[in-house]
Structure formats: structure tokens, C-alpha cells
């Protein structure tokens, strides 16, 4: 599959790019090339091959959720560059 100028251009537009016509003759080359080898996949064989959710191998060990208070109110503020209490101090924007 090729990528004409027309296309481009197009696609230039709606993404709000502006190229060089240089940089349009470049960029069909290289969109070409992508989607050959994105053709390419569909040749390999996955018959037999279950589906993966992602490339983890293994089962995920999960915790069990319980609730807590954090307790690090002092280490989360200490990191403020003001604070008052327990609360961070911001200077006023609206009026």
C-alpha cells in the first residue's frame, strides 16, 4: 500500500501538521514501508497459539485490599512548601 501526496497531505491536515513538500515525499515513503511490515504479520502462523492478555508470564499476586489511614500525613506534607494541619497551603487564585 502507498501513501500519495493527496493522503498526506490530508492526514497532515487533520492532525494539524504542517510539512515540507520534501518532508510529505519522506513521510508517504516511510508510512508505506510501516504498513508493508504491518502486512507482514498477517503471514505468520498463530494457528493453535492461545491469545495473551499481555506479555507477563505467570499468574499476578494480588494482596488482600484493606483499609487503612495511610498514617504518612507528615511525610506527604513534608514535601509541601507550606502546610497548614494536616492540609497543604496554596496561595489564592480566584478571587
Not at 498514617?71 to 502546610?83: F, R
Amino acid at each position: 500500500m502507498s501513501f500519495d501526496i493527496t493522503t498526506i497531505t490530508r492526514v497532515a491536515k487533520l492532525a494539524h501538521i504542517r510539512l515540507k513538500p520534501a518532508e510529505q515525499e519522506n513521510l508517504g515513503r516511510d508510512i508505506s514501508n510501516i504498513l508493508t511490515w504491518v502486512n507482514q504479520l498477517s503471514e505468520v502462523d498463530v494457528e493453535g497459539v492461545a491469545p495473551m492478555t499481555n506479555a507477563g508470564v505467570g499468574q499476578d499476586r494480588l494482596r488482600e485490599d484493606k483499609v487503612t489511614d495511610g498514617n504518612c500525613v507528615k511525610d506527604v506534607l513534608s514535601n509541601a512548601p507550606d502546610a497548614a494541619g494536616p492540609y497543604f497551603t496554596v496561595p489564592k487564585v480566584v478571587e
